[in-house]
């Protein structure tokens, strides 16, 4: 089958949706079928795909609106059988929304910016544009299923939309667990942990992501002088606003216990040091470096605002935490799973286990050759 696959980014060393495009491409060629890429940006070229760019023209609210109607039109025009987007886009026959409806996005905004700044958010042109663009998407007679990253997802564009509860798909992401693995080797965890700045046996608690607002660490700093123990933390990425969380763990005390590392190529080893992760997003459609830490035998605390919450083991639920913006709770849970960290360490690891890129390859290639 002759298949388009839409995206609004094409860089085949890219992480994220990027990461996802290129997962799904490989699948569906070592099945048998004919792929082609149809991207807005094409950040490097490629000798194993066939990519076409789609001109969009200037301005970032033009762009996306020209690229929705272009893409798909652009596909079918070339012969494509099936064309799946992983962008927002109007006349594809498949859907993968890994980011929920963007209306929940800019209403959850409200947790994590002012009030003005959530009402900017909502009246910018470039929003109201991603909106108006998934109400035509999901409403279009050429789309036949659409496929969510979690549950919370799915629900989301079900309630949303009005889509039939049969024509979504919840398709985990898998992990690649030859990079995410456990580390033994006592002195190997002691020599990554030096390069963040632990030295001793400090329990070693390690967030990463970028967009620290969205991704709840004000609250985990917020949380951090109530840790009964002197844990340490690790921040991994990057923001635009990190002065001000250097700031507020300078008014409350704990700024020599928390580590901003930045970006890093050795991801896998911090996670695999750590003894803890932590991420009590606001909100998180899926959460891959959550499955990627517990893939290394690190237990993990999340929110319940997170898609990845729905594979944590039973044992572990009690480290869900319900309401991400109190630092009450962020402390209580955190600390709990410091004490039984060392217990959680396989559970983490098997949980992780079951969350393949072959299963999520299996799947997807199978719901899409269902649809012929």
């Known amino acids: ?39 807005d940006e094409v950040r490097a070229a490629s000798a194993d795909w066939t990519v076409h760019r789609v001109p969009t023209g200037a301005g970032r609210a033009l762009r996306i609106r020209r690229f929705a109607m272009a893409a798909p039109a652009a596909a079918r025009r070339d012969d494509a059988e099936m064309v799946i987007s992983f962008a927002r886009t109007i006349g594809a026959d498949v859907m993968r929304s890994g980011g929920g409806a963007h209306i929940s996005y800019v ?6 910016r002012s009030s003005l700044g959530a009402g900017v958010m909502r009246l910018s042109a470039y929003h ?16 036949r299923c659409t496929v969510a990253v979690s549950n919370f997802v799915r629900d989301d564009l079900i309630r949303e939309f009005g889509l039939a509860p049969d024509r979504v798909v919840t398709i985990y992401n898998g992990v690649d667990l030859e990079r995410f693995r456990p580390i033994t080797d ?7 942990r030096r390069r963040v700045g632990i030295v001793d046996s400090t329990p070693m608690v390690v967030f990463a992501g970028n967009g620290f607002a969205r991704k709840g660490l004000e609250f985990l700093i917020r949380a951090w002088p109530q840790l009964a123990r002197d844990a340490a ?9 990190i002065l001000r969380f250097r700031r507020l763990s300078h008014r409350l005390g704990v700024s020599r216990r928390i580590h ?19 991420l009590p997003s606001l909100f998180e459609p899926f959460g891959n470096v959550v499955m990627e830490a517990m893939a290394t035998g690190t237990p993990a605390l999340t929110s ?38 060392v217990g959680l360490r396989e559970m983490s690891r098997v949980a992780a286990e079951r969350c393949t890129w072959d ?12 649809l012929r």
């Open 260 to 278: 901003f590392v930045g970006r890093r190529r050795d991801v896998a080893e911090i996670f695999g040091a750590g003894d803890v992760f932590a």
């Open 233 to 241: 933390l690790v921040v991994v990425g990057e923001d635009r606003a």
């Open 1 to 39: 089958m002759r298949i388009a696959l839409i995206t609004r980014r094409f860089d085949p060393s890219g992480g994220g949706t990027e990461r996802d495009l290129m997962v799904t491409a490989r699948y569906l060629r070592d099945a048998g079928h004919q792929v082609t890429i149809y991207a």
């Open 359 to 370: 299963e999520y390859g299996r799947r997807f290639v199978a719901l899409i050759e269902s």
């Open 304 to 341: 319940a605002y997170s898609g990845v919450s729905e594979l944590m083991p039973e044992a572990m639920r009690g480290f869900i935490v319900a309401d991400p913006t109190n630092p009450d709770e962020i402390a209580e849970k955190l600390g709990e799973l410091v004490d039984q960290r």
């Open 128 to 143: 109201r544009a991603q909106m108006a663009i998934e109400r035509r998407a999901f409403r279009s007679p050429t789309l």
């Open 107 to 112: 209403r959850a905004a409200r947790r994590w």
């Open 186 to 192: 006592r002195e190997v965890r002691a020599a990554i």
